[in-house]
T-cell receptor
Framework: KNEVEQSPQNLTAQEGEFITINCSYS?????LHWLQQHPGGGIVSLFM???GKKKHGRLIATINIQEKHSSLHITASHPRDSAVYIC????????????FGSGTQLTVLP | KAGVTQTPRYLIKTRGQQVTLSCSPI?????VSWYQQTPGQGLQFLFE???????NKGNFPGRFSGRQFSNSRSEMNVSTLELGDSALYLC???????????????FGSGTQLSVL
């Protein structure tokens, strides 16, 4: 069964802390997305990865294809980073259908 | 460049009714995908359209349908509404269904549907 697991489910951090959110998947993928969802529903695509590492500002995303695992890191966290972070994958052979993790609710306290 | 526009933003319907939701993609984008988000099931893929053709469909009953017009705008329809259809419905657009690794999704703000 094609599954995506995220951890932790909830995360509370103090401003300035380094944050890591993890995503594991069950079988081979063609692409992995990291998404951010703020209250009110709007979703922003942060990264799309098929290998290696990407960085944008304070956000870093990595993927290990052999271990079927990806991480999203936030350096020097800020209260405005508070949101739900969602991992979504395209499993190989599943055309263009995305399968989503359950999300990580991040709260950064000032 | 205008973003992805979904209308209406909120909708209240009663069981048995039908509903149509609209999604206008970013100008130049030809691929539109739809998703359902509920507290219990999270985000789930509904279907995707490219150049007026449905490319892929998720595991939803036939009451859920959609279409795409020549200007890439897309609509999804839910007939015979059930209480469990209450959800946030999101659409996303991308430039093409080419190499998956080259694609980035742009999401609309969603339509919050409440079925009473």
């Amino acid at each position: 069964k094609n599954e995506v697991e995220q951890s932790p489910q909830n995360l509370t951090a103090q401003e300035g802390e380094f944050i890591t959110i993890n995503c594991s998947y069950s079988v081979g993928i063609s692409a992995l997305h990291w998404l951010q969802q703020h209250p009110g529903g709007g979703i922003v695509s942060l990264f799309m990865l098929s290998s290696g590492k990407k960085k944008h500002g304070r956000l870093i995303a990595t993927i290990n294809i052999q271990e079927k695992h990806s991480s999203l890191h936030i350096t020097a966290s800020h209260p405005r980073d508070s949101a739900v972070y969602i991992c979504a994958v395209r499993f190989s052979g599943s055309a263009r259908q995305l399968t989503f993790g359950s999300g990580t609710q991040l709260t950064v306290l000032p | 460049k205008a973003g992805v526009t979904q209308t209406p933003r909120y909708l209240i319907k009663t069981r048995g009714q039908q509903v149509t939701l609209s999604c206008s993609p970013i100008s130049g984008h030809r691929s539109v995908s739809w998703y359902q988000q509920t507290p219990g099931q999270g985000l789930q893929f509904l279907f995707e359209y490219f150049s007026e053709t449905q490319r892929n469909k998720g595991n939803f009953p036939g009451r859920f349908s959609g279409r795409q017009f020549s200007n890439s705008r897309s609509e999804m329809n839910v007939s015979t509404l059930e209480l469990g259809d209450s959800a946030l419905y999101l659409c996303a657009s991308s430039s093409s269904p080419g190499a998956a690794s080259a694609e980035k999704l742009f999401f609309g703000s969603g339509t919050q549907l409440s079925v009473l």
